[in-house]
């Protein structure tokens, strides 16, 4: 019997790891009665997330997008400003920079790490550039340190999408701590989750305390209910939080996991001509939120009808995301690595339960899909 006839059921693209102690702490926070945005789950959650990342202060927020929102705001950036971003990233990226009429300015990516290229942020720079938002895309990292010496020479902001790279480094520093500020999210199919959840990272006190603020109705501080300018309400519940201080005490096991699972999709599809797997520049410690997986000369119908072939032996998988300037009106963007690539990209099953066997059947399936294209 071969591997493919080996059925043991769907293999989805993504789903969470859920242990005693995920269900031993959101029990607990449940019987504390404080199931709201209150609890000691929260400043928990907070504070040992600034610990992993290596940063003063960690701000839980309802989701990642409100985290990029928050942290805009909270950054003084204003509508007409233009925020330096890759083409090649999930929608939320650009739509907290128009949630405040900035003016998200697309360039094109490495097409080694996938994210943004240094060298196409400073040609876009234009005296109404304020803030650059490198995304460390699909785990890999982008080139901070490069980033970080654009930023001082144009006096820039940098707030880094990190939503899809808890604990990705560049040379031995982690993500979130190389900008002004970072932005997580734990959305579901993240690295770790709660559910629906947030988070900003950040070495300013200043910056800290205002979003606290802001995020809280931008209700004073000494006199409750007082309000003199607008604030959101994004904050995290104590449930979530929970939800999400159980998997961050677990995320080394699930890196390594993830590490792991990365390694049996190599091995396992080793000589197959005319792929490529995730790319891990020599400086970045990439941790493989996705498993990456491009097919050479492919066109965008021949990719779908790629990934309906999967379907078809019960293995979920999804197309890179579609550039933005794609699906909207972005004037003078010119990305040709970023149409090249997405086109060609397909994302395949690296969720944390998944054993030596179950890689083993989704790369039998590919090199049979693959024959379409002999």
């Known amino acids: 019997m071969t591997q493919l006839q080996q059925n043991n059921g769907f293999l989805p693209i993504s789903r969470p790891t859920i242990t005693k102690k995920e269900i031993e702490y959101v029990t607990a926070a449940i019987a504390s009665g404080w199931v709201s945005s209150l ?27 409100t985290s990029l929102h928050l942290a805009l705001v909270t950054m003084g950036i204003e509508a007409g400003d233009e925020i330096i971003m890759p083409d090649l990233t999930f929608i939320a990226t650009a739509n907290a920079a128009k949630y ?18 240094p060298a196409a942020i400073e040609a876009a720079i234009t005296e109404k550039t304020k803030a650059i938002m490198p995304v460390h895309l699909y785990g890999h ?23 899809e790279a808890h ?7 982690k993500v979130g701590s190389w900008g002004h500020c970072g932005s997580f999210s734990f959305y579901g199919n993240k690295v770790i989750t709660s ?14 305390t205002r979003a606290k603020y802001l995020r809280d109705h931008a209700m004073s501080p ?14 995290m519940t104590n449930l979530q939080a929970a ?16 590490q792991k699972i990365f390694s049996w999709y190599q091995a396992s599809l080793d000589g197959l001509s005319g792929i490529s797997l995730n790319r891990t520049a020599p400086w970045a410690k990439n941790v493989y939120w996705m498993v990456t997986f491009e097919i050479a000369g492919i066109d965008e119908a021949q990719r779908d009808e790629f990934i309906k072939k999967l379907r078809e032996y019960d293995i979920d998988s999804r197309p890179y995301f579609y550039p933005l300037s794609e699906m909207a009106d972005y004037p003078n963007t010119n990305t040709p690595v970023t149409y090249q690539i997405y086109k060609t990209g397909i994302n395949l099953p690296s969720y944390f339960d998944m054993e030596e066997r179950d890689v083993e059947r989704v790369c039998a399936a590919v090199r049979k899909c693959m024959e379409m294209f002999q």
Request: net charge negative.
């Open 39 to 65: 609890g000691e789950y929260i400043t928990a959650f907070e504070e040992k997330f600034a610990k992993f990342c290596g940063t003063k202060y960690a701000l839980t927020c309802s989701n990642g997008t």
């Open 100 to 117: 405040i009429g900035a003016v998200p300015v697309l360039v094109d990516i490495d097409p080694e790490t996938l994210c943004i290229d």
């Open 141 to 163: 990292p982008a080139n901070m340190p490069a980033i970080m010496a654009i930023a001082e020479k144009y006096q820039l902001l940098v707030i880094e999408d990190a939503a």
């Open 167 to 173: 604990g990705a480094e560049i040379n031995g520093k």
């Open 195 to 208: 559910g629906e959840g947030g988070m900003i990272t950040t070495d300013d006190e200043a910056l800290y």
């Open 222 to 235: 000494t006199k409750r209910y007082w309000h003199t300018e607008v604030g959101f309400n994004y904050r």
């Open 243 to 258: 939800l999400g201080l159980a998997q961050l005490e677990r995320i080394e096991e699930i890196l390594e996991k993830k």
